[in-house]
């Protein structure tokens, strides 16, 4: 796991470098369709619905995001103008292919982002694009997931023809995260796990393009350490969350310098009144934080790289918990089975 979330900025400036052409091909499909629907399972899901906020963000596009798994109660209204995106890592997630048999039988156009060339969801579609992550042997989903957001944001710039402005982004994503796990962070987050390791509950918050990111940060503290974690849009607090948090709860807040930060850090008030621990992520501190995890600002690109604090505390609250972060328990690298 170590390993492969160091990994990500090689494999984002590959991306940039050799995907262009396919990135290109996918932004004129999406062009070219009435309805465009993205869809995968768990992290796979959290990536394509953190790209339904960038279309709408960066092209006033709207995307619709259907768990794989739920793709058959939704799918009726699917017709030859439509566009089905799946997302995978393995490109064998039984879900996902299901998915996309159903898109086709409904006279769908298909297309994939995934990562292992040649796999069954690779060779069912006629638009690709391969992530060209590397292989991800690690159960949980880390460069393949950055570079599923890579793909998404640089799909998004190239709809409307600002591929060059995407492709910037991306490599400066990959420079922040480098920097990250260069600087200390590593050690700074491993001190933050360390209490995170005592804890029965932990709640993550963020809105907009961070509520996804959110989502995905839960996902991997809790495959691996097996801490109790929920992520939340922030703004759903009142309507239930907050009852659980109780005095030292740990609450993780993504609070990026972006058109979210002020509503968040409200949200992050409210959490603290009630006795919650507040832990911030993002570029700037604020006097509401107990802990703070600086990273890099990154624009809007901030969604790639505010992932990898959560890759690094669900494998350090892992190790402090005497977990093999590498092996998780009845887990699966791909899940091919119902």
């Given at each position: 796991?170590?390993?492969?979330?160091?990994?990500?900025?090689?494999?984002?400036?590959?991306?940039?470098?050799?995907?262009?052409?396919?990135?290109?091909?996918?932004?004129?499909?999406?062009?070219?369709?009435?309805?465009?629907?993205?869809?995968?399972?768990?992290?796979?899901?959290?990536?394509?619905?953190?790209?339904?906020?960038?279309?709408?963000?960066?092209?006033?596009?709207?995307?619709?995001?259907?768990?794989?798994?739920?793709?058959?109660?939704?799918?009726?209204?699917?017709?030859?103008?439509?566009?089905?995106?799946?997302?995978?890592?393995?490109?064998?997630?039984?879900?996902?292919?299901?998915?996309?048999?159903?898109?086709?039988?409904?006279?769908?156009?298909?297309?994939?982002?995934?990562?292992?060339?040649?796999?069954?969801?690779?060779?069912?579609?006629?638009?690709?694009?391969?992530?060209?992550?590397?292989?991800?042997?690690?159960?949980?989903?880390?460069?393949?997931?950055?570079?599923?957001?890579?793909?998404l944001l640089l799909a998004a710039h190239a709809s409307t023809g600002r591929w060059s402005t995407g492709a910037d982004l991306v490599l400066h994503a990959a420079d922040a995260i480098e920097l990250m796990l260069d600087d200390g962070s590593r050690d700074q987050i491993r001190e933050v796990a360390t209490r995170l390791a005592k804890a029965e509950h932990l709640f993550v918050i963020g809105r907009g393009s961070h509520y996804p990111s959110a989502l995905e940060t839960a996902l991997k503290i809790k495959e691996v350490s097996y801490l109790h974690a929920e992520g939340f849009a922030a703004g759903e607090l009142k309507h239930g969350v907050i009852a659980l948090v109780e005095a030292g709860t740990p609450c993780l807040v993504l609070a990026p310098d972006d058109a979210t930060r002020t509503d968040t850090l409200s949200g992050a008030s409210e959490l603290r009144s009630r006795g919650g621990r507040i832990i911030g992520v993002g570029s700037t501190g604020d006097a509401v934080f107990d802990d703070f995890i600086k990273i890099p600002h990154a624009g809007v690109a901030s969604t790639i790289v505010e992932s990898v604090p959560g890759q690094l505390l669900g494998y350090f609250t892992a190790l402090a918990r005497g977990n093999d972060p590498d092996r998780p328990r009845n887990l699966a690298k791909s899940v091919t089975v119902k």
């Amino acid at each position: 796991l170590s390993k492969e979330i160091a990994e990500q900025p090689a494999a984002l400036r590959r991306l940039v470098r050799d995907g262009q052409e396919e990135i290109e091909n996918l932004a004129h499909a999406i062009n070219t369709s009435e309805d465009v629907i993205v869809t995968g399972c768990g992290t796979a899901g959290n990536a394509a619905l953190a790209g339904t906020y960038l279309f709408t963000e960066l092209c006033s596009r709207t995307v619709t995001m259907i768990p794989a798994s739920e793709f058959r109660y939704r799918s009726r209204t699917l017709n030859p103008n439509s566009l089905v995106i799946a997302l995978s890592q393995s490109g064998e997630t039984l879900d996902v292919l299901d998915a996309i048999s159903d898109a086709r039988q409904r006279g769908a156009k298909l297309a994939a982002i995934v990562n292992t060339p040649m796999s069954t969801l690779d060779r069912a579609v006629n638009t690709r694009v391969l992530l060209r992550a590397g292989v991800e042997q690690c159960v949980l989903a880390t460069k393949s997931y950055t570079t599923m957001l890579a793909t998404l944001l640089l799909a998004a710039h190239a709809s409307t023809g600002r591929w060059s402005t995407g492709a910037d982004l991306v490599l400066h994503a990959a420079d922040a995260i480098e920097l990250m796990l260069d600087d200390g962070s590593r050690d700074q987050i491993r001190e933050v796990a360390t209490r995170l390791a005592k804890a029965e509950h932990l709640f993550v918050i963020g809105r907009g393009s961070h509520y996804p990111s959110a989502l995905e940060t839960a996902l991997k503290i809790k495959e691996v350490s097996y801490l109790h974690a929920e992520g939340f849009a922030a703004g759903e607090l009142k309507h239930g969350v907050i009852a659980l948090v109780e005095a030292g709860t740990p609450c993780l807040v993504l609070a990026p310098d972006d058109a979210t930060r002020t509503d968040t850090l409200s949200g992050a008030s409210e959490l603290r009144s009630r006795g919650g621990r507040i832990i911030g992520v993002g570029s700037t501190g604020d006097a509401v934080f107990d802990d703070f995890i600086k990273i890099p600002h990154a624009g809007v690109a901030s969604t790639i790289v505010e992932s990898v604090p959560g890759q690094l505390l669900g494998y350090f609250t892992a190790l402090a918990r005497g977990n093999d972060p590498d092996r998780p328990r009845n887990l699966a690298k791909s899940v091919t089975v119902k």
